[in-house]
């Protein structure tokens, strides 16, 4: 056996690059460090600690046989948790942003290093504790209440994460991952109340972008001449789980997850984030979850980003344009975790809800609020 090689933590590890003495280490584990930097305000920098013009170290952990991936900072430790106790979720609703670092965002969040993207109701702002590199940043809507909002409001989260995409693209043309993501209050992941999501994009690929990638090749081989999104659609069509609205390349659907990975999984699948016929889909299946069937809290995310020069990178996308997940995190006021070992190593989840019962609030909310085509 070669000789053992003891770091005393990942980020030595990553540094030390001494790995490549061990076949058996460098066949399974990719170790990467990259840096992640923003701009903070003298007031930010006091309370937090941090430099002003920012730099963090982000480490990142991959297995290349399982895919599963774990990011490391340091920094996060600093990180503060607005939830601190579980009457603060009420305490936050009903104090209409007074305290609230997101509605302050001017002087409260710090700016990515290419600025802020900025529209009448959303705006960007770059993460203080990055899990990402090289570039981590948060999307917020500029009112307080993280489930009301409006399809305008919603179409400007979507425009303005979509040019801060195209802007840390350009800043960083050879980092190729982008990804969205939306945890919507502290259930499903959140340490603020304000409805906001996040946007990165990264040196390595996601895991589910590698795992789509994976099963979309492997489909092809297995069945030849056809294509696994399609055939996905097309299996919850035929059993009457699926809604479309346009057409050709504004071609957008809504399905029910025949097999969700957490209760009430609904699927958008769209052109681009700024398509508007993309975006009425997406506005139908968040307000079906939350207004018909009651969802206070999810998580949402969005796979298939292009960044500006993902012409150049060489692994073809698993399916055309961009495909949206969300899914309920259960009972905002329940103690119990929706997340446990059978999640969290099983790979399986439990269906609460029959997805039957979700498309008929799908078509509840496409009869009351029909979309853009
Ligand atoms: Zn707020």
């Not at 030595?12 to 066949?27: H, K, P, V």
């Not at 305008?152 to 995409?165: F, H, K, N, Y």
């Not at 097999?259 to 009430?264: I, V, W």
């Amino acid at each position: 056996m070669a000789s053992s090689l003891a770091a005393s933590s990942v980020f030595e590890l990553a540094r030390s690059q001494q790995t490549g003495s061990c076949q058996a280490f460098d066949n399974i584990f990719r170790v990467q460090a990259g840096q992640a930097a923003c701009q903070v305000n003298s007031d930010l920098s006091k309370r937090f600690g941090l430099a002003e013009q920012n730099i963090q170290t982000v480490v990142s952990v991959t297995n290349k046989v399982s895919l599963q991936q774990t990011w490391f900072n340091a920094v996060r430790k600093n990180k503060p948790q607005t939830f601190k106790a579980m009457d603060q979720q009420s305490h936050d609703a009903t104090a209409a942003g007074k305290n609230c670092d997101f509605c302050a965002w001017e002087h409260s969040t710090a700016d990515d290093h290419f600025g802020r993207v900025e529209s009448q109701h959303a705006v960007t702002a770059s993460n203080l504790f990055k899990y990402c590199e090289p570039c981590h940043g948060l999307v917020l809507f500029k009112h307080h209440d993280p489930l009301a909002f409006s399809q305008q409001q919603l179409g400007e989260l979507l425009d303005v994460s979509d040019t801060w995409v195209q802007r840390a693209g350009h800043a960083h043309p050879h980092a190729h991952h982008p990804f969205f993501l939306w945890n919507c209050l502290h259930r499903a992941g959140a340490s603020q109340y304000h409805g906001h999501a996040q946007v990165m994009l990264s040196s390595v690929p996601f895991p589910a972008e590698l795992q789509a990638q994976q099963a979309a090749a492997a489909y092809q081989q297995a069945y030849p001449g056809r294509a696994l999104h399609e055939d996905i659609l097309t299996a919850h069509k035929h059993v009457g789980l699926l809604r479309q609205s346009g057409h050709d390349s504004s071609r957008s659907c809504i399905y029910a997850n025949v097999s969700p990975a957490k209760d009430m999984e609904l699927v958008v699948t769209g052109q681009k984030l700024a398509c508007k016929t993309f975006q009425s889909m997406m506005f139908a299946a968040l307000r079906a979850l939350i207004d018909h069937l009651g969802v206070a809290t999810f998580n949402a995310a969005i796979l298939g980003i292009r960044p500006p020069y993902s012409q150049s990178h060489p692994q073809s996308p698993p399916f055309p344009g961009v495909q949206a997940r969300i899914a309920s995190r259960g009972n905002l006021s329940s103690k119990a975790s929706d997340y446990g070992g059978l999640e969290v190593f099983g790979g399986a989840s439990i269906g609460h809800t029959d997805p039957f019962d979700v498309i008929a609030a799908v078509d509840q909310q496409l009869a009351a609020f029909p979309p853009n085509k």
